[in-house]
């Protein structure tokens, strides 16, 4: 089934979308969830959040890359978990409960402000990866949105991992000379 | 700006862009990464094969069939390892060390006095100390070994039956075919057939690599055109005897000077004394011969 299939069956509200999602993409959400977690089962929670994500948000939404989309909520998703976890690993009970509490005092963490400065972030990354060799754009991707191994990387890119190690410093050097040149206009 | 929004932001690229990293990362591996264990059994076959290859090389060599065609491997020398063991095999066979200036050892390049492959003792002065100084030779030392130690070119022309005319025919054949002019040989020895594979006899001479550049058969001769790139290219003719296993060295490239000329580059040179070499005096010329190599190196060493 093509994307576009799958695309018109959650427009359509067909529950089969969900299982045609899950048959096509269900490994790589399911890859990219246990580069993020660690664990199988909250990857495989991850994932399953992902389905009902999507599901909520197609329609409105339509997907140009249906593939990319799924992965960028995995991604979220998954980050989400993973920093609730980090959050139970750090005390638990009762402490995190007063420590939620409490951080209704502060001011709302995500205001319009720290909202813009993101998709600004978001836009300067954006056109330094488009002014990459595309080598460099697919392993900083590669590493950085889908959180592949770097070995994994070498392996699929048909590389040494410490030639992939090299193109990621190099990258993330230019990128910081970037985004330091962007702050001083 | 923190690590968690620069994760964010690159959470909320575009999609475009990231399906193309998906593509990507959804081929099967474009080259199969050897698991690790296999890597010593590749070296060990690998292994085999190279002295297979070089036990071929050596029954081709010993067992050559009259008149059969061979071809010759001449590897590449790599100065960066074993430069101290190399440096010692030149001292050893060294006849005369100089010390000097640099810049005045360089000026050594325009002294090329005539082809002289009737006398008896002619040398050959390396240069490459001068020009790219292997790691292990001191900068300014300049050894100088004759060539044939009891067999002079007079000698190598009788045992191959040819004149000097004849022996610089070949060499001006070929240049005149390849280049359509010729250069003057200025040098001619003798070697043994295997000594092509040794590099410090030929190759060790001139440095960096060698290749063959022409093969052919010429009356009784097989014949090489070598070229040797290394501090300066240069392309030398080897005709290898395949009954009687010679091998004749005809080369322009090499500074020969009779002997008697080392007085003229002794006046010229400006000889810096070193505490490491003594002095030795012949025929009222200054040689500095090199008192101790080990104690050379050692202290270059430190």
């Not at chain 1, 992965?71 to 420590?99: N, Y």
Request: glycine share 6%.
């Amino acid at each position: 089934m093509t994307d576009e299939e799958i695309v018109d069956l959650y427009w359509q509200r067909s529950e089969t979308a969900i299982q045609a999602t899950e048959e096509k993409y269900g490994s790589y959400c399911l890859t990219i969830a246990s580069h993020m977690l660690a664990d199988l089962q909250d990857a495989e929670e991850s994932v399953n959040d992902t389905w009902l994500a999507a599901w909520n948000r197609i329609p409105p939404t339509r997907p140009q890359y249906l593939r990319a989309y799924l992965g960028k909520l995995c991604r979220s998703i998954s980050v989400s978990r993973f920093r609730a976890r980090a959050s139970q690993k750090r005390g638990g009970g009762e402490i995190t409960v007063a420590l939620d509490e409490l951080s209704e005092c502060l001011p709302a963490p995500e205001t319009p402000e720290s909202q813009l400065e993101l998709r600004e972030l978001t836009a300067s990354i954006q056109r330094f990866l488009e002014g990459c060799p595309k080598r460099e754009r697919v392993i900083f991707t590669a590493r950085y949105f889908y959180v592949y191994p770097i070995e994994e990387i070498a392996k699929h890119l048909g590389m040494k991992a410490a030639t992939v190690r090299t193109v990621l410093h190099r990258t993330r050097k230019k990128l910081r000379e970037d985004l330091e040149k962007e702050e001083l206009q | 700006m923190n690590k968690g929004q620069l994760f964010a932001a690159i959470g909320d690229l575009d999609e475009g862009l990231l399906e193309e990293t998906a593509a990507a990362m959804a081929q099967s591996p474009a080259r199969p990464v050897r698991p690790k264990r296999h890597v010593l059994w590749i070296a060990a076959a690998l292994l085999t094969l190279l002295l297979a290859a070089c036990g071929w090389i050596a029954y081709r060599i010993q067992l050559k069939e009259p008149n059969e065609k061979s071809v010759y491997q001449v590897n590449a020398v790599d100065w960066t390892s074993g430069a101290e063991q190399r440096a010692e095999i030149s001292f050893q066979r060294a006849a005369m060390i100089l010390h000097c200036d640099t810049g005045k050892g360089n000026e050594l390049h325009g002294f090329r006095p005539k082809l002289d492959v009737t006398n008896k003792r002619v040398g050959v002065m390396t240069f490459y100390a001068a020009i790219q100084p292997p790691p292990a030779l001191k900068p300014g030392t300049f050894l100088v070994r004759y060539l044939d130690v009891g067999m002079s070119g007079e000698e190598a022309l009788a045992t191959a039956r040819l004149s000097v005319e004849q022996a610089a025919s070949y060499y001006t054949k070929y240049w005149i075919a390849e280049e359509g002019e010729t250069t003057p040989l200025l040098m001619m020895e003798l070697l043994d057939a295997p000594m092509l594979y040794q590099d410090d006899l030929i190759l060790g001479e001139f440095g960096g690599e060698a290749e063959i550049v022409s093969h052919w058969m010429e009356d009784e001769y097989e014949c090489l055109a070598i070229r040797f790139t290394g501090e300066m290219t240069s392309i030398h003719l080897f005709l290898f005897h395949p009954e009687e296993q010679y091998l004749l060295h005809l080369s322009a490239d090499a500074a020969r000077f009779d002997v008697s000329d080392l007085q003229t580059i002794a006046d010229e040179t400006e000889i810096i004394r070193s505490k490491l070499y003594v002095e030795y005096k012949e025929n009222g010329t200054d040689f500095y011969i090199l008192s101790d190599p080990e104690e050379w190196l050692h202290t270059e060493k430190r």
